[in-house]
């Protein structure tokens, strides 16, 4: 079980990665069209008009999928931002159960926004919603890309706070090293 989940939240960020590239290509492309229109200009007094059809669209559709795919490899990876001042100052027994508080925490919060964006793909396909602009894309299709990413960031934690519950400790809630924080240990 361990390497399946283990696996599911590196495709996820290889996925949140490949959002990324597409969103360098997509603004690569339109750029390099905005200056081929700008050289023709200046050198023929005439424009192509090139441009790559709601190209702003689909880099916030990517945007938003990186965003969402990339949640649970940094949850499992402990790259989150995480508020540490009272945490350091805690006995381990105690940071061992705010960490299990934390864990339910976000647990509760991720099945909510997970089923939030479910119902909301499902809404957008079931009325047929489509994005405005020259591209007329089904809304379903971004959201439901949320909404899978959302579903794996559950999942990544539920299962640490399985982990909390079993062993006392996970990998997503490693307490920082003090040389990290700017604190002398004593």
């Known amino acids: 079980m361990r390497k399946s989940l283990d696996l599911l939240y590196k495709l996820s960020g290889a996925g949140a990665a490949l959002s990324l590239i597409v969103i360098v290509l997509i603004l690569f492309g339109q750029v390099t069209f905005n200056i081929i229109d700008y050289v023709a200009h200046a050198l023929f007094n005439q424009?192509?008009?090139?441009?790559?059809?709601?190209?702003?669209?689909?880099?916030?559709?990517?945007?938003?999928?990186?965003?969402?795919?990339?949640?649970?490899?940094?949850?499992r990876h402990h790259a989150h931002i995480?508020?540490?001042?009272?945490?350091?100052?805690?006995?381990?027994?105690?940071?061992?159960?705010?960490?299990?508080?934390?864990?339910?925490?976000?647990?509760?919060?991720?099945?909510?926004?997970?089923?939030?964006?479910?119902?909301?793909?499902?809404?957008?396909?079931?009325?047929?919603?489509?994005?405005?602009?020259?591209?007329?894309?089904?809304?379903?299709?971004?959201q439901a890309g949320l909404a899978l990413g959302s579903v794996i960031f559950s999942i990544a934690c539920i299962d640490t706070f399985i982990e909390m519950l079993r062993y006392g400790r996970s990998v997503a809630l490693v307490t920082p090293d003090p040389t990290e924080t700017g604190e002398v240990p004593e």
């Open 47 to 75: 424009r192509f008009g090139l441009l790559i059809p709601s190209y702003a669209q689909f880099s916030g559709y990517a945007l938003g999928l990186a965003t969402f795919l990339s949640l649970a490899s940094a949850l």
């Open 82 to 142: 995480r508020v540490t001042l009272l945490e350091l100052r805690f006995s381990s027994s105690l940071r061992r159960w705010s960490h299990t508080l934390v864990a339910l925490l976000g647990v509760l919060v991720a099945i909510l926004i997970s089923y939030s964006l479910i119902e909301l793909t499902i809404d957008s396909w079931r009325w047929n919603n489509t994005a405005t602009g020259l591209v007329r894309t089904p809304l379903w299709m971004p």
